[in-house]
Every structure is written in C-alpha cells, then in structure tokens.
C-alpha cells in the first residue's frame, strides 16, 4: 500500500486534544462515558476551586482575626457523605458496564496471540497459521511512504471489518501493553499471563497504537498498526503470508470446543 494509505488512517493528529473517532462500538461507547464524566468533575473542580477561594478570602487572619471554635456541623458531614456517594453511584452505573462490554469477549471469528517483546510485537494467527513480527517502521523508509514515523510498522497484521476479533496479549519478558486508541483496546501485556480484549472494527482503515506500558529504553519505538480489510481482502493477505484459511463460516455460531475430557488437563498456567 503506497501513499495514498494515510487517507484513510486513524491516527492523532497535529494539535488533538480529544480521542480518536472510534471504530468499535466499545470506543463509542467510551467517547459517551467521556461525554457523561466530564461535566461532572468539571462542575466538581469548580466547586471545589471556590470553596478553597472563598475560604482563602473570607477566613484569613485579617479578614478574620477571632476564628470560631466548633468542630462538627451534622448537616454538613451528613451533605458531604451522602452527595459524593450519590455521585459515585452515577458514575458507577455508566462504568461498569462499559467494563463488562471491553472485558467480554464475544464469540469471535478469529483469535489473535499477541505477544509482547523488547521491542516489537508479535501476532500469531493460530488458526490460520500465520506469524506476524511488527518492527517499527525506520523513519526514512516512514517518511519515504509517507506514512507515519514511530506508529508504521514493517509488517501490519489485517483483521476483517465487521467482525469479532479476540486478542489474547501476553509478553516474553517484561510488561508491555497493547494499546489501539480507535479500538477501545488497551490491555496489559504481562509474562506468564493472557489477558484478553476484544474488537469488531466497522469501517476499513489503518489503524495506529503504540505500546503504553513503560517497557524500557525503547518503549517508544515498538507501534502497532493493525489495518481493517475486507474478508476477501483478509483472506488473500492471510494465504500471502502462508497461512490456510479456516473454512469456517466467519461470526462463529461456533459452540464451544467439544468437551473432549480433560479441559482441565491444561496446566494452569501462572
Ligand atoms: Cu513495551
């Protein structure tokens, strides 16, 4: 992909200061979150901001050489406890579903082992057979292709739009993080564990993220770039690196693997 690729990138831009458009219902859902929080801890600063200021003026040692004695007010702490508490509770009942919504992993139609690595990321398809190494794109051959210095890797991953994409991010040596703005995704990338996340991505498009886990000296330098295609186009890129496309029909009514024995018989892994 030449060039023209920027055109239909997610990725920050100059001067930003909000997110990304989303590209998942999860990130929409996360920019609506925003929307509800934001006006709360801003009126909250305010309020709080003039308290200290009104403190500051009325009740200083000039304005107010005898100070007042008593400690307790029962209205007050009464006020104080209660309204914070209401407040929490709001929060609470937009967050956490929206938690639920990004830890759940819906059935999906392809599954990707992420791997975190001093410094790059490594994506095994499994199913499909196909290993990805992503190494950060060197910054004249970004700035020859006009693509993005320190967000273009060598070697994208593809996904297909519109359906459920499981990720499953560990690390082979210290704590990374897997993080795709656009998506809603940002998941530690931790040793000897798997964390889990999840993406149906609903336009085409390339999308950027960097690590987001202070890693070590080059934790700048191991982006992401995952870039959304058709399942035609995702398919052709999968046989292109050697893979064998799954003949499984795509958005899995596909019933959990048969209770062969011993489920159990996997080690738990620590
Ligand atoms: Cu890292």
């Known amino acids: 992909m030449g060039g023209a690729s920027a055109a ?3 990725q920050p831009v100059e001067r930003g200061i909000d997110f990304q458009p989303a590209a998942t219902p999860a990130m929409a859902h996360i920019h609506s979150f925003h929307a509800f ?12 901001l003039a308290l200290l200021l009104w ?8 304005a107010n050489p005898t100070p ?20 929490l509770v709001a929060i609470a009942w937009r967050s ?26 490594q994506y095994e398809y499994q199913d499909l057979g196909v290993t990805v190494a992503s190494n950060r794109l060197p910054e004249e051959e970004a700035r ?8 273009a890797v060598d070697n994208p991953i593809y996904v297909p739009v519109g359906e459920n994409v499981s990720v499953l991010i560990t690390s082979n040596d210290v704590i990374h993080s897997w993080t795709v703005p656009a998506f809603g995704v940002k998941q530690d990338a931790i040793p000897g564990r798997v964390n889990q996340g999840w993406f149906n991505v ?10 987001s886990e202070l890693c070590g000296i080059n934790h700048a330098y191991m982006p992401i770039e995952v870039r959304a295609v058709s399942r035609e186009e995702f398919d052709r890129w999968v046989v292109s690196q050697g893979g064998t496309l799954a003949d499984a029909a795509p958005a899995a009514a596909q019933p959990a693997p048969a209770p062969s024995a011993p489920a159990a018989g996997a080690s738990p892994t620590r």
């Open 37 to 48: 929080v934001l006006p709360i801890i801003t009126v909250i600063s305010v309020f709080v």
């Open 144 to 151: 020859a292709q006009s693509r993005p210095n320190l967000l």
């Open 68 to 87: 007042r004695m008593f400690t307790h007010n029962m209205l007050v702490e009464v006020i104080w406890t209660i309204v914070p508490v209401l407040i």
């Open 8 to 10: 239909w990138a997610d």
């Open 96 to 121: 956490f579903p929206l938690l639920y919504e990004q830890e759940r992993a819906p059935p999906a139609a392809l599954t990707i082992k992420v791997v975190g690595n001093s410094w790059f990321w």
């Open 202 to 211: 609903d336009r085409p498009g390339i999308y950027y993220g960097q690590c």
């Open 55 to 62: 403190v500051v003026i009325r009740y200083n040692r000039k």
